[in-house]
Each structure stands twice: as structure tokens, then as C-alpha cells.
């Protein structure tokens, strides 16, 4: 079992910058990789960004060059660093893991708010 928790969500204008956290505790060694996915009122769940357990990264193309996705092992947190935000970014954002290759584990949500 792993529980998240997600920390850093709230309101920003545009241009602006924030740093979603996630914690993870539990059965920490079983994660294969960690994401963060967003999700927009009247949309489906979408993929932001993840980072493997060998630290390969993947992003969504309406983020890449202004959102990073980095781990810090000794803390057993991954972050999402975004920067020059948009409007459109504004949705629920959503740490997972996936552990053991197969199960995956979600945080409860933050929500983040870009004004224009």
C-alpha cells in the first residue's frame, strides 16, 4: 500500500509560477514510476508529466518547456515545478504511482487556478 499527499495547489495569475509536492509514504521501494495528471471540470483525466525510477521523464506537449517533473529520493517526494502558466492550465492536479508495475495509487488532488 503507498499513500500520497499532495501539497502546492491555489491561485496564480498568469505568467506566474508553482510547485506542486507529492508524498509518498508506505511501500515506497515497490514504485516504478511516479506522474502527475490534471483534470479540467468536464474533461477526462490528462497526462501531465512522469518520471521513471531511472529518472526518464516524459511531458505532455502543451507543457513541455514550462513544467518539470523531478524526485527527491531521500524525501520520497516528487515535484512539479510550472512555470509561465496559463489559463488553460487551471484543473485539479493529481500525483500517482505506480508500484510494482501494475497497481497505481492516486493523491486526493490540489487544485491550481490560473487567472488571466
Known amino acids: 500500500q503507498v499513500q500520497l499527499v499532495e501539497s502546492g495547489g491555489g491561485l496564480v495569475q498568469a505568467g506566474g509560477s508553482l510547485r506542486l509536492s507529492c508524498a509518498a509514504s508506505g511501500s515506497i521501494f515497490s514504485i516504478n514510476a511516479m506522474g502527475w495528471y490534471r483534470q479540467a471540470p468536464g474533461n477526462e483525466r490528462e497526462l501531465v508529466a512522469t518520471?521513471?525510477?531511472?529518472?526518464?521523464?516524459n511531458y505532455a506537449d502543451s507543457v513541455k518547456g514550462r513544467f518539470t517533473i523531478s524526485r527527491d529520493n531521500a524525501k520520497n517526494t516528487w515535484y512539479l515545478q510550472m512555470d509561465s502558466l496559463k489559463p488553460e492550465d487551471t484543473a485539479v492536479y493529481y500525483c500517482?504511482?505506480?508500484?510494482?508495475?501494475?497497481?497505481?495509487?492516486w493523491g486526493q488532488g490540489t487544485q491550481v487556478t490560473v487567472s488571466s
Open positions: 518520471i521513471s525510477r531511472g529518472g526518464i521523464t
Open positions: 500517482n504511482a505506480v508500484w510494482r508495475g501494475v497497481t497505481v495509487y
